[in-house]
């Protein structure tokens, strides 16, 4: 069964059109959307698997977010308010002043000879200019990738040697509690790492951080060069042409570079706007994200920006800057309609205020909905937010790869009863199914692999950047005809989906994707490690943190607390301190599979003390004894 069979209201409906006659319902969704040749087909199929989406058609994504909603009258009208609880400050662009900067800067990166299919990367903190340069590629056509400002020096690196990019846009440093992040000196050591430096570099600078563009040969000054610059208009670019590229952690080291179209992404989010968020022009939605990561992309800059509603950005945490009613203070300062957050924040405020004290202070009348996604919401944070909030606390799930809501409770369509765990039933577009490890589709409360239906609906990748055989290979060829979504979890006899968690190496660190690959490869740099597993075990704060496990060279006679200190330093300054990279424990022996695969699945469960079966492949029992008796856990 899947989740069509759900419901029988508008979401009944819906569903099924969306699947027995995807192009009306597409088609009728990308009337919302400002076409220069508006699609007289939804989908390409000509080269599957590889779909496409309305492939006769052309726009402009900045022109959707922006231009049309300052002639349509709302110039006046808030798009977007910052507000950085580091600075105790907030300042609102209008529709009107929005597109001023926007065209400015895009202006910039013209007269620089950025135009369209040009790649662009941006390495910015949560401050306007953040989005403003992203809608400034979107204008001109050009990609733009944008680094989550809590990576290392090699992980932006990574990223520009594989997308390539004509120029590199960052500031002077972002604000962290009790300490700045200074960019600049990053910025040099990822250029001094990569053999595609691009030729432009431009650089916002910050009041209170040091470092700015004039300490660097031919580093323009964002504010100079903007001031100077002749505002640049919209380009029509086809449907099926990059927006952007998004880097997000896969099984090994090596980040998958996400393409997201633009055509399918403006139909697909305009929809969810208000089918799913209920949210639409002039209302204020806030999501409590950073634009590094696929939520900011697409729910604090175009999602809202493309309904005429008003995003706020906001930088700052939920607890510490300066307490735990900072997301109250920002709902009742601003009016907020809709907050989307990740359950880790909700976990942070409630450890702080568990009677929500704070919350009491504020008037958060306005609010309607609380969205959560990024990770699991566990039902004991989503029954407490539920109390405390008296508002509807909506867990929905989705990845990098689809850019938006694959299962949904969709408030704006059908609201639907919720059940504490699930992110209800599957959107529209994505056809849902649980499959066993030899791809048939298990029945209702059975566990499997989550996998979709192809083709994935608008707005969901359009490949990995350059790489076609990576993106067959991770996503389509281990079940033929079906996304491979890496969850695994079941549906319930309500066509409810349960996520259970990542059936790879693929870990979630407070609502952050990380790549337990990538942080082994780095441990496994140190002179006295002989091998290493990294495993994400449960964290009552962050859901999961990495721990890792290393065995030491014989011979290797290093203090195991120094050990640690050098380890966390490394992964620290090679990935960066989002990781949270802390816990090391040596073991005499990694348990390994005849084959000798690393069972990682099994440490886990031993280190979260959760019952787990000796696998019959396993080449040395005594090594998952020892590991258990370390641990402390039982076998069953
Ligand atoms: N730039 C530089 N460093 C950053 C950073 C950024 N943008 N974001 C986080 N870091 C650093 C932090 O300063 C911290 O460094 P430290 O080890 O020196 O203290 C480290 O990375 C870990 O940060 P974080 O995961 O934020 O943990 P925390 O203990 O500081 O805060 C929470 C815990 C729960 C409050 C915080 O993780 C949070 O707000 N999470 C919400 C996550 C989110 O919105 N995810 C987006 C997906 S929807
Ligand atoms: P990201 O690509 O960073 O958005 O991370 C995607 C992964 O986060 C998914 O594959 C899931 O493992 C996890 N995830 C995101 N949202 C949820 C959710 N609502 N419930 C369970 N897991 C989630």
Known sequence: MTSAEHGNGAYADAFAESVTDPEAFWLRAAEAVDWDTAPTRALDDSAAPMYRWYPDATLNTCHNALDRHVAAGRGDQAALIYDSAMLGTTCTYTYAELLTEVSRFAGVLTAQGISAGDRVVIYMPMIPEAAIAMLACARIGAVHSMVFGGFAAAELAARIDDAQPKALVTASGGLEPGRTIEYLPIVERALGLTDNAPGTIVVKNRERIPGSAADHDGWLDWDTAAADAEPAGCVAVAATDPLY??????????????????????????????????????????????????????????????????????????????????????????????LFTAPTAIRAIRKEDPEAAELAKYDISTLTTLFAAGERLDPDTYEWATAKLGVPVVDHWWQTETGWAICANLRGLEPMPIKAGSPTVAVPGYRVQIVDAGGSEVGPGTEGNIVIRLPLPPGTLAGLWRDEDRYVKSYLSTFPGYYLTGDSGYIDADGYVFVLGRSDDVINVAGHRLSTGAMEAVVAQHAAVAECAVVGIKDDLKGQRPSGYVVLKAGATIDHEVLRTELVAMVRDQIGAVATFRDVTVVQALPKTRSGKILRKTMRQIADHEDYSVPSTIEDPAVLDALAKLLGPEVS
């Open 245 to 338: 590229i998004l880097y997000t952690s896969g099984t090994t080291g090596k980040p998958k570079g996400v393409v997201r179209d633009n055509g399918g992404h403006a139909v697909a989010l305009t929809w969810s706007m208000r089918n799913l968020y209920d949210i639409g022009a002039g209302q204020v939605m806030w999501t409590a994200s950073d634009v590094g990561w696929v939520v900011g992309h697409s729910y604090i800059v175009y999602g809202p920006l493309l309904v005429g509603a008003t995003t706020v950005l906001y930088e700052g945490k939920p607890v510490g800057t300066p307490d735990a009613g900072a997301f109250w203070r920002v709902v009742e300062q601003h009016g907020v309609r809709a």
